[in-house]
């Protein structure tokens, strides 16, 4: 039988106190880990800065936090709506906004991602809500600029938070790839539609297409300064219309 997420009690007032003080870091690393359709765990960060997570989600994420609770030996954060399955494309692009805030907070407090970055699937726990994990060791403190790459539906690209001259030399490098490339005048975000369905070729020859444009990607990145910094699954690609993920979505940042 399927375990059930537990229920859930309407929060008011500051939830950035109480059970975040009881949290203890134990060791140099810590782990940031995503589960059900809308529960972001914390585990092992000190209180302080599991206090500065919980805050910048409040801050963040536009439909608020719906509870917080700890968990084990984790602090559970629920955000009201289902971000990480069925949400609508307003809290794609915001959940994926959200995780470039916290992975900036978490650099600046000293707490970076390890050369593995994201650890995908621990056991066979996605019956019990489990979705992908960050790991994070306390490094030198950083000024990260992050932004995001987001491989959507069947032929589509996001940059999000991305400096517009990065955008520009990755339009050149893909080149006759690309169908169109249009800016957000609001958000500043970018879209890339590619001239085929390059996440949804059914042949052999679009597989090995969308590996040749990951290559020129993360060449582009490096040429213009830029790293992949993690990659991470949210949704397994549920949910959204122009943001329906069709692969894990790159955090990337200067090297």
Known sequence: MVDQPPGYHEVTGSTSS????????STNYALLSF?????IRLMHFPD??????????????????QDVKPLEETLEVKLRGNPFAHGLDEEKIAIRKLLISILTMLAREGWSLVPV?????IGNYGPHGEKD???????QPQDLNIFCISFDCRDLMHLINAPPELAQSIIATLGDKIKTCNQDLVSGNFEVTFRDSIWWYPTKRGATTSRLVILQLLQCLDENGFKLYT?????????????????????????
Not at 18 to 24: A, L, N, Q, Y
Not at 53 to 58: A, G, N
Not at 117 to 121: K, T
Request: charged share 25%.
């Open 18 to 25: 109480g059970p975040v003080e009881k949290m203890e870091a």
């Open 35 to 39: 589960s059900w359709t809308d529960r």
């Open 48 to 65: 302080l800065v599991t206090a500065r997570v919980v805050e910048t989600i409040r801050k963040e994420w536009y439909k608020g936090i």
């Open 117 to 121: 970055g994201g650890l995908g699937r």
């Open 133 to 139: 994990s960050l790991l994070f060791q306390h490094q």
């Open 231 to 255: 990659s991470v699954e949210l949704d397994n690609g549920t949910g959204g219309q122009l943001y329906q993920s069709s692969a894990e979505i790159w955090f990337c940042c200067q090297r």
